[in-house]
């Protein structure tokens, strides 16, 4: 009997669920305009859709459209469509001021004339870039605005300033004196303009990897973020397909290789195999490739690479001066510090100090072989969470043990505050995190 009611009452559970769920389905969250077109379903820019879902997993919507073979029209087909497709979902009331937004453009799509032509964060030539346009690349034209024209020869430059959609999701503001301008149908053809061959628009795609050099993506998260860790950060790490050299280089950590160059076959849709060599280049987007290497034993390495705007060896060194100056300011900042339970510290401005008196740090923070000097530097940063309660991390590394040690440090008016980070969380050279119960040290200068 007991077995039965439970099986009784599992089915009644994934029941509950299944009705649960399909009423959630058919539940609208709100009204989405189409800025791009789906041609595969009929769907153009300026066409409103209900949206159901948003899934922050996938990156997409799940929209209702008209299903042409169902019994009655009102039947609504789900589909999904990626985020940047769609504006932010709003009430049905207020959808219809959302459209008008985009109706001058509602159809207007445009090429670029030229190679490299920048798409800015404002409506002025002197803005951030924040995307750069490849020859013959096809973006959206969302509405027109307002703003400064470029000059050329002391005479601004004939045209309008568009907000505007490219094929991966990025929004700017690009001037049309060298936009083709054209209009779409339902089906997603060209109507008017300039016409782009396909092959021409493939070949640009592969044109625009060569002689360029592209590097770990976690490059760009590290200065994205400014946490430089400089030990990885390192402008040899790239990749080079240089046509002018006939070379090919491909310098990661633990792969150093070089080969002559002899061009490329095209094996697949944005998918590129280098000649006689072990890679093959997937085309992701105008800053994003990936590499598949493959290396002698046979074992392939897929490798994320991205274009960057920043000079690497620049960051490299303004963050080798964050870590000196910060260091600098620490020993000049204090004399000789004492602490009635810890010892006496003096920091010197050789990178060196001097530590005597410690033993209640011995062994849970310190290593017992280590000696009363060593060397100290900023190694690490705080991260934002703890930028208003510490200056920084002190790491000490102690004569006679391998082992470093860290401290986040406050310079106080009279010394110097310690903390313990050995259970502290770090993420790269960031530390995010104080640990749970941390040793905290007070040290006043004499």
Request: aromatic residues 10%; charged residues 25%.
């Amino acid at each position: 009997m007991k077995k039965k009611f439970l099986a009784v009452m599992r089915l009644l559970t994934l029941t509950f669920c299944f009705i649960f769920l399909n009423s959630c389905k058919d539940k609208v969250m709100g009204y989405s305009v189409l800025l791009w077109n789906v041609p595969e379903h009929k769907l153009q820019s300026g066409d409103i859709l209900p949206v159901y879902i948003r899934s922050n997993i996938s990156h997409v919507y799940v929209v209702g459209i008209t299903n042409e073979e169902a019994a009655t029209s009102k039947e609504l087909e789900k589909i999904e469509i990626p985020l940047w497709q769609l504006t932010d979902p709003v009430k049905k009331a207020k959808v219809s001021a959302v459209a008008k937004k985009y109706e001058d453009c509602a159809h207007s799509y445009a090429l670029a004339k030229v190679d490299g032509l920048p798409c800015r964060a404002e409506p002025v030539n002197t803005s951030k870039q924040v995307y750069r346009l490849r020859k013959n690349e096809s973006i959206k034209l969302l509405y027109k605005g307002k703003g400064q024209p470029p000059m050329t020869g002391g005479k601004p430059l004939e045209g309008d300033w568009y907000r505007i959609l490219t094929s991966n999701g990025t929004q700017g503001w690009c001037f049309s004196y060298n936009l083709n301008i054209y209009q779409t149908d339902e089906t997603g053809q060209q109507i008017g303009g300039e016409k782009l061959e396909e092959e021409d628009q493939e070949d640009n795609y592969y044109n625009s990897i060569l002689n360029k050099a592209w590097y770990p993506d976690s490059f760009s998260s590290m200065i994205s973020s400014g946490n430089i860790d400089i030990t990885k950060l390192h402008p040899s790490y790239n990749f080079i397909i240089d046509t002018k050299n006939n070379k090919v280089s491909l310098n990661m950590s633990g792969i150093h290789e070089s080969w002559d160059y002899t061009g490329y076959t095209k094996t697949d849709d944005f998918e590129y195999t280098l000649n006689d060599i072990p890679i093959i280049i997937i085309y992701k987007k105008s800053a994003f490739i990936v590499v598949r290497y493959t290396d002698e034993s046979g074992k392939p390495q897929e490798l994320n690479l991205v274009t960057l705007s920043e000079d690497i060896n620049s960051i490299v060194a303004a963050e080798k001066k964050r870590r000196a100056t910060a260091y600098e300011k620490v020993a000049s900042s204090t004399g000789e510090l004492s602490s009635s339970s810890y010892g006496k510290l003096s920091f010197n401005s050789d990178g060196t100090f001097k530590w005597t008196g410690y033993k209640l740090l011995v062994p849970s923070i310190i290593s017992a072989g280590a000696k009363n000097a060593g060397t100290c530097s900023v190694k690490y940063a705080v991260g934002k969470a703890l930028a208003s309660s510490y200056d920084g991390v002190l790491t000490f590394k102690f004569e006679g043990t391998s082992d470093e040690v860290n401290f986040l440090y406050k310079l106080e008016s009279d010394g110097l505050r310690l903390e313990d980070a050995t259970d502290a969380s770090f993420n790269g050279i960031l530390v995010t995190a104080r640990s749970s119960s941390p040793l905290i040290l007070y040290f006043k200068n004499k």
